[in-house]
């Protein structure tokens, strides 16, 4: 399951705070989201996630 959060590095050092164990640290990814996993008591794997900025195209003169 992925959950869209505002700030996945606050959401990271929060979990880590509480004493979870996230399996990824947070990290961008090529499909344009920065996420980072982790896994629920009952073994789900969780996604917390958040779009990227698009990058300012630039133009060939």
Request: aromatic fraction near 10%; include cysteine; charge should be negative.
């Amino acid at each position: 399951m992925i959950f869209h959060v505002a700030d996945v590095d606050t959401l990271y050092e929060r979990a880590l705070a509480a004493g979870c164990h996230p399996a990824t640290a947070p990290r961008d990814a090529e499909w344009g989201e920065r996420f980072f996993h982790l896994t629920d008591p009952d073994g789900h794997e969780l996604s917390f996630a958040r779009p990227l900025s698009p990058s300012t195209p630039t133009c060939a003169t």
